[in-house]
């Protein structure tokens, strides 16, 4: 019986897209929830959206 292993890390480690394709490493993405909206870090949302909807909003936003 052979077994097949996958690397997963979350959004938050810092890699670049090329390193994850290169070592063939999934990824699970944090989500960030602002009032009742959800994003998924780095996909759904980027830096400067991050900062506009955060300056846009009275609460910080939360994850999951």
Same mark, same amino acid.
């Given at each position: 019986?052979?077994?097949?292993?996958?690397?997963?890390?979350?959004?938050? /480690?810092?890699?670049?897209?090329?390193?994850?394709?290169?070592?063939? !490493?999934? /990824?699970?993405?944090?989500?960030? !929830?602002?009032? /009742?909206?959800?994003?998924?870090?780095?996909?759904? !949302?980027?830096?400067?959206?991050?900062?506009?909807?955060?300056?846009?909003?009275?609460?910080?936003?939360? /994850?999951?």
């Amino acid at each position: 019986m052979s077994r097949k292993v996958a690397i997963v890390s979350d959004s938050t /480690t810092g890699l670049t897209d090329e390193m994850l394709d290169a070592n063939d !490493i999934h /990824t699970s993405y944090s989500i960030i !929830i602002f009032d /009742t909206d959800s994003y998924r870090e780095f996909k759904d !949302i980027d830096s400067e959206k991050f900062l506009e909807l955060s300056n846009a909003q009275k609460e910080l936003p939360t /994850t999951s």
